[in-house]
């Protein structure tokens, strides 16, 4: 009797084993061939004399940071702002740093983001374009004062 009934035990548990790898192999070559919903990983763009130089012909306005909650109940910080370029040459891609302090001013939080390029179309001389990053994961020492952005990479025409 427990024999037959060791048997009987092996066809599920063998059927069970086969459905769970077919899951994870699914999930893994999903993840690999899509690339997931990680970003590809980006050089640093140049930020030598001349890229330093144009920084002063390159204007933020109209900075606003709001928050949101997400489906997970997460709460997102968003920093949505303009960029301009005043200069005569134009911006095929612009990285800023974004620093987030705490209440004894040390940086909480320093990102960096291209704001422009990534597929997007270069800012021509005299153009104006807004742009949006969002922050999943600000730390709670944040003091909840405006974040510092500076331009740390261009790429010019």
Do not use: C
């Amino acid at each position: 009797m427990a024999r037959e009934e060791q048997s009987r035990m092996g066809g599920p548990f063998l059927i069970g084993l086969v459905v769970v790898f077919i899951v994870f192999a699914a999930f893994y070559f999903a993840m690999r061939f899509s690339g997931g919903n990680t970003p590809a990983i980006q050089k640093p763009l140049a930020f030598g004399a001349a890229e330093q130089a144009y920084v002063n012909e390159i204007h933020f306005e109209n900075f606003n940071l709001s928050r949101f909650e997400n489906m997970l109940h997460q709460q997102v910080t968003y920093l949505n702002g303009d960029i301009s370029n005043k200069g005569s040459r134009t911006i095929r891609a612009a990285e800023i740093t974004v620093e987030f302090y705490d209440n004894e001013n040390r940086v909480a939080l320093r990102d960096t983001r291209r704001i422009v390029g990534n597929g997007s179309q270069p800012l021509e001389s005299g153009e104006t374009r807004d742009f949006q990053i969002g922050f999943e994961a600000i730390p709670s020492s944040w003091n909840g004062k405006f974040p510092s952005v500076r331009i740390t990479g261009l790429d010019l025409e």
